[in-house]
């Protein structure tokens, strides 16, 4: 059962609880896929409503309302990795909220990141705040802005999770286990 507020979940309602994975072959800056091999995307509903409950609010949109975009996972093999939160359909870019490049040395490491946003559809603005950590370093908290590209995006916002890898390592994964949304 997902958390009273859960209002998007893309590993238990898109992926059938199995987590994101890439493996870190090459050097690497991709968007995490599904289990299937589609895009892993978050979807904020519009109008929002909580997964588990069937009804919905039509005046509740997104437009002005608070939300919580949670992106979490491990990573095994020690390599330097970034995951980033990005605006849009299975793209790389533009980034929302990161972990910033990891000091991660590591066999085995975890690593979350949360955005609390808002949506404006009249300025176009998303504006909000995040937080987190990867492995051993918080994430620096700071300010979300507008990203490039954002003005013109329609309801619903959707949401790529995206891994960039310094080095090749055939041991090196990087799981995500948590990505969901929540009403604040």
Request: aromatic fraction near 8%.
């Amino acid at each position: 059962m997902a958390n009273p507020n859960t209002i998007a979940d893309v590993i238990n309602r898109s992926n059938g609880g199995v987590p994101l994975t890439l493996v870190a072959t090459t050097t690497l800056h991709a968007a995490f896929p599904l289990a299937n091999g589609s895009a892993a995307v978050l979807n904020i509903p519009n109008p929002m409503q909580t997964i588990d409950e069937p009804q919905q609010f039509p005046n509740f949109a997104p437009d002005g309302r608070p939300f919580l975009v949670r992106l979490a996972g491990r990573i095994t093999g020690g390599e330097k990795y970034q995951v980033d939160l990005v605006l849009g359909n299975n793209v790389i870019t533009p980034v929302v909220a990161s972990t910033g490049l990891s000091p991660n040395g590591l066999t085995a490491d975890n690593w979350l990141i949360e955005a609390e946003m808002m949506y404006d559809s009249i300025s176009g603005f998303l504006r909000g705040i995040q937080y987190g950590w990867a492995g051993p370093v918080a994430v620096a908290t700071t300010i979300l802005s507008q990203p490039a590209g954002l003005s013109g995006q329609s309801l619903p916002l959707q949401f790529t999770a995206a891994l960039t890898i310094q080095t090749a390592n055939a041991n090196a994964s990087v799981f995500v286990t948590v990505f969901e949304a929540e009403i604040l």
